[in-house]
């Protein structure tokens, strides 16, 4: 495994990009021997000599620290736009601790108010905002047939604000998904909320922020309005080099099968393309769902994480079906009348494979009825601690940092299944600073 990453590191270097070999060696050699050196207390299990990726990640999960390998000075200020719980801030935060880097997180932004300090109390953040990101911007986007570009240089609204935030080095943004869901029969690719995103390139000339990162759903690309091609063109317009892909966690190895869009900008020195840092990290198999969630089997605790979801009689019947069953599918007749003359959602009642990753983790794996959630071994659905372990997501993250005021079941589900993987931050972290840090 590691032979073949370093040779696909050297395969993507070609072209002189020298400060990509420097960033690139270091996350190769970070991944493939760092957890042997990590400081666990847990003993090391049989697979970690031949696994050591996955050892480096599962330290990484059970909230060990690894030993730094590198010793750097650098500091990298962050603001971070439709933050959620911080979800891709985990894998920006990962790579820089490979890289010896400090993140100093000055800004988040969401209008889910317990987002924003769960997000606070993970990642230091210095300043929270509730307001929406359309108000703290003042753009306009003119369209022309060569490309858009703002009509006037776009300005933050609060003074303080810019303040508070000049200097910064680069902007997070994952703008609302949900209108570019292919789950979305509603208002998909003509909601509202998708024009959102250009208010993350308008952001971030505004501040002269040098990098951009902008996550979603793979369907934004299907939007009627092509906010896609045209934060393209803005941020081209305005001094960037861009580059956009997509980046699967099961290709890096990871125990989901998520795919995630990205558009990565930064001035004076391109971005990586994302296919290289792809074949970077990329593996020929991803691990299994158990490889994440084994040892969270009957853990019992008095964490909310941990807590066991409560089921109707029906759906206590259906998984009780799978399991004297044997099948991981739930047959016909026993699914919901309008499901039994037959249905495209066959994961919906399903049962996780045991040596197979994880479907996508969404909002809804708390319940049989939205998707393949039902325990591999257990007959219940996933916990909050086990979906967060597959989302990428330590033991060590304070989902409940205010113990008298814990989060509800549903604002769990909400910031576990809309987070981005850490691995697919962890890529999109690659490409923007493998370029190298200080060229600006």
């Given at each position: 495994m590691t032979e073949r990453l370093v040779m696909d590191t050297y395969s993507a270097l070609q072209g002189g990009r020298q400060t990509f070999e420097g960033v690139a060696g270091r996350v190769v050699h970070r991944l493939s021997l760092g957890a042997l050196r990590s400081t666990s207390s847990v003993a090391s299990p049989d697979w970690a000599n031949s696994d050591p990726k996955g050892a480096w990640w599962r330290a990484y999960l059970e909230g060990s620290v690894p030993v730094p390998g590198v010793v750097e000075s650098r500091v990298l200020r962050t603001v971070d736009l439709f933050c959620g719980p911080g979800g891709l801030a985990n894998g920006l935060k990962a790579l820089c601790s490979d890289l010896g880097v400090t993140?100093?997180?000055?800004?988040?932004?969401?209008?889910?108010?317990?987002?924003?300090?769960?997000?606070?109390a993970n990642h230091g953040t210095r300043r929270r905002s509730t307001d929406s990101v359309a108000r703290l911007v003042d753009f306009s986007v003119r369209k022309r047939p060569e490309g858009a570009d703002f009509t006037y240089p776009p300005d933050l609204t609060d003074r303080g604000l810019s303040q508070a935030i000049n200097g910064v080095d680069l902007v997070l943004a994952g703008p609302p998904c949900q209108g570019h869901s292919n789950l979305?029969?509603?208002?998909?690719?003509?909601?509202?909320?998708?024009?959102?995103?250009?208010?993350?390139?308008?952001?971030?000339?505004?501040?002269?922020?040098?990098?951009?990162?902008?996550?979603?759903?793979?369907?934004?690309?299907?939007?009627?309005?092509?906010?896609v091609e045209i934060a393209r063109s803005l941020f081209e317009r305005n001094g960037y080099h861009v580059e956009t892909g997509m980046l699967s966690a099961a290709h890096m190895g990871w125990p989901q099968t998520r795919r995630r869009h990205f558009l990565v900008a930064r001035r004076e020195v391109p971005p990586i393309p994302l296919d290289t840092v792809a074949r970077t990290l990329g593996e020929d198999s991803p691990r299994s769902v158990w490889w994440a969630i084994g040892d969270l089997e009957d853990i019992t605790s008095d964490s909310l994480l941990d807590a066991v979801t409560g089921l109707s009689a029906e759906n206590v019947s259906r998984i009780d079906w799978l399991f004297d069953n044997d099948e991981h599918d739930l047959a016909l007749p026993e699914r919901p009348v309008s499901h039994r003359g037959g249905t495209t959602y066959t994961a919906v009642y399903g049962r996780l494979q045991k040596d197979a990753p994880s479907q996508t983790i969404t909002t809804g794996f708390m319940s049989p009825g939205r998707?393949?959630?039902?325990?591999?071994?257990?007959?219940?659905?996933l916990t909050a601690h086990e979906a967060a372990r597959i989302q990428g997501f330590p033991d060590t993250y304070a989902f409940n940092p205010n113990p008298s005021q814990p989060p509800t079941r549903a604002l769990l589900a909400k910031w576990i299944g809309d987070a981005v993987p850490m691995p697919l931050g962890y890529g999109a972290a690659l490409s923007a600073l493998g370029g190298g840090l200080g060229q600006e």
């Open positions: 993140v100093v997180s000055e800004l988040a932004v969401d209008q889910d108010p317990n987002a924003t300090v769960v997000y606070a979305n029969n509603h208002t998909r690719r003509e909601d509202p909320r998708n024009s959102l995103y250009l208010t993350v390139p308008a952001f971030a000339v505004a501040i002269g922020a040098p990098m951009c990162i902008i996550e979603n759903v793979p369907a934004v690309l299907n939007d009627s309005t092509r906010v998707g393949r959630y039902v325990h591999p071994t257990r007959r219940r659905v």
